[in-house]
């Protein structure tokens, strides 16, 4: 079957149902309240939508100790919910990605709870037990300082059994068939319900070998995502997934594979670090070699390419130089900061709510080589809440209006809270009055989104980084199908004048801007000159007026 490579020029907005919109007035979002803002995503201009776990769930993890994989928690709705929240978002053209999390299952799961009870039991072997403690449990904790052991002993099995994470998410042996068999089902089962493909949580502990005598680094079961592949093409071509696994680079092509038959998709983990070091250094040269280190990959596979998520800020493959320094530049203070790797803010309060930072860190992450991926709330800058624990900061309410609890609930008493207080109070910070001002950072949104789609380069072209001149500046040239669009982007505070060639000749003297419509024309030496102002990015079309009106690009 012929695969249908959308996902190469897409916009993805990820979101929580329970934390969106609360239709019923219970205090909870839910998918009616979804389904009613369904234009608005429409209207924002993104083409996928990303939902994070919604599943039955105890929700001692935000949904990802899920107890039940073919339902939908009673808070949000229904599966006839769903399912016509799946149909209204297909009328509008848009996507529908879901969490699937099927490295672990919350410790109330029925398959759990048959497991433990009875060593004979059709799913024990669902889950990887150890007679005795392994020497080892006390290492390899996925929330260091908050975790304490990787292996738990369970009274009832008179056995203990291995978590990666939390002890309440015990592991499945994935490695035994009939669980590769429960997880093919449980994709099947939401393709038919109109999903069209799946960010699958965790991969690296997904695939890896599981079980007491394993110690160090496990090996990687890798045919394992090929077998998920195949499975999805087999039942709709356009489906996908896209691979949560915050590896080296040396190993991507493991996870793509080298003939693009495992993931569809990955998170370019590597580039988000560099980016923020790049941000808090002023210095592009750390980020150029980021992309060029992971830029090894099969034409159809890409990149997924985001600034912050519902998980901590993760700085853990910077040396700790580097880390320091963003730690200094986005979050100096002990309460800022999580496991000992990572930032747990959201984007707007690191950049200390400067609207040119923000802008340029957007544009900048529109601009990268891969598909962009916003987080739910960051197209109106909202803030966080440090008071709540760990992760639940960056996690609350979207503000939709000035209204009580932000126009989230008519309840007096959500379950979660919009930031009442402060500058990113749903007073100040909210999609209704930012939809009314034409330079509000909504808006701009729109407006960057539109020209995103618009310049498919970007997501289909190969890249090459140009000498600016200046450490500051990040120049970037992508060339797809005879043509070129030029990104530059000026990392410091200080108005930098920079002169560049572009490497190409004839057409390639001539320039447009694409944001502003602004032309330049190259030197007799070939070569352009910018003034970028601080925080300040350009996007050009390489090529003159003519060259664009016989491409009929205007």
């Not at 493991?254 to 495992?262: K, M």
Request: hydrophobic share 40%; with cysteine; net charge negative.
């Amino acid at each position: 079957m012929i695969e249908d490579l959308w996902y190469k020029n897409a916009v993805v907005y990820c979101l929580s149902v329970g934390t969106f919109l609360d239709a019923n007035g219970d205090g909870i979002g839910d998918f009616e309240g979804l389904e009613r803002r369904l234009d608005y995503l429409q209207g924002l201009g993104v083409t996928a939508i990303w939902l994070m776990p919604f599943q039955p769930s105890p929700g001692r993890d935000n949904g990802y100790d899920v107890c039940d994989h073919y339902g939908v928690d009673p808070r949000y709705g229904t599966l006839g919910d769903f399912v016509a929240f799946t149909h209204a978002a297909k009328q509008r053209g848009l996507k529908v990605l879901i969490d699937l999390v099927v490295n672990h299952t919350s410790d109330q799961h029925p398959w759990f709870r048959e497991a433990r009870a009875d060593p004979q039991a059709r799913t024990r072997d669902w889950y990887v037990w150890s007679r005795t403690k392994p020497p080892h449990a006390d290492e390899g904790m996925v929330f260091p300082g908050v975790q304490k052991s990787t292996w738990t002993y369970d009274r009832a099995a008179k056995a203990w059994y291995f978590h990666r994470f939390y002890d309440f998410q015990p592991d499945l042996n994935t490695a035994n068939p009939h669980v590769q068999a429960e997880i093919l089902k449980i994709m099947g089962f939401w393709i038919q319900l109109g999903v069209s493909g799946f960010r699958m949580d965790a991969v690296p502990f997904v695939i890896a070998e599981k079980g007491p005598e394993v110690a160090g680094e496990p090996v990687e079961q890798f045919a394992m995502l090929r077998q998920f592949r195949e499975f999805l093409q087999w039942r709709q071509g356009d489906a996908i997934i896209l691979a949560e696994a915050n590896v080296l680079p040396k190993q991507d092509l493991d996870y793509f594979g080298a003939d693009a038959d495992r993931m569809h998709m990955m998170f370019n983990f590597q580039v988000n670090q560099a980016l923020f070091y790049a941000l808090a250094a002023a210095d592009a040269r750390p980020l150029v070699s980021a992309l060029r280190k992971t830029w090894n990959r099969p034409p159809s596979a890409q990149w997924a390419l985001f600034l912050r998520n519902h998980d901590e800020l993760d700085l853990g493959r910077l040396s700790e130089r580097q880390r320091q320094a963003v730690f200094a530049a986005f979050g100096p203070e002990p309460g800022m900061q999580l496991y000992g790797r990572g930032i747990r803010r959201r984007l707007a309060p690191m950049l200390g709510g400067d609207r040119r930072r923000i802008e340029l860190a957007y544009s900048l992450m529109f601009t990268l080589p891969g598909t962009p991926v916003l987080r739910y709330g960051d197209e109106i800058g909202m803030g966080d809440d440090l008071s709540l624990p760990e992760r639940e900061c960056a996690r609350t309410p979207m503000q939709w209006s000035d209204e009580p609890q932000g126009g989230f609930s008519l309840s007096d008493r959500p379950a979660v809270r919009p930031i009442h207080g402060g500058p990113y109070a749903f007073a100040h910070v909210n999609a209704a009055a930012q939809r009314q001002d034409p330079e509000s950072l909504l808006n701009w949104m729109e407006r960057i989104i539109r020209m995103r789609k618009e310049v498919p380069e970007i997501g289909w072209g190969d890249f090459t980084a140009l000498d600016a001149g200046r450490r500051e500046v990040l120049a970037l040239r992508y060339d797809w199908r005879d043509t070129a669009v030029l990104c530059l982007h000026n990392l410091g505070a200080e108005p930098r004048e920079v002169s560049f060639a572009t490497g190409l000749d004839g057409e390639g003297r001539n320039l447009i801007d694409l944001l502003t419509g602004q032309r330049s024309r190259a030197d007799e030496a070939g070569r352009h000159t910018v003034l970028l102002e601080g925080y300040g990015y350009r996007w050009y079309r390489v090529g003159g007026l003519d060259y664009l009106l016989r491409r009929r690009e205007i």
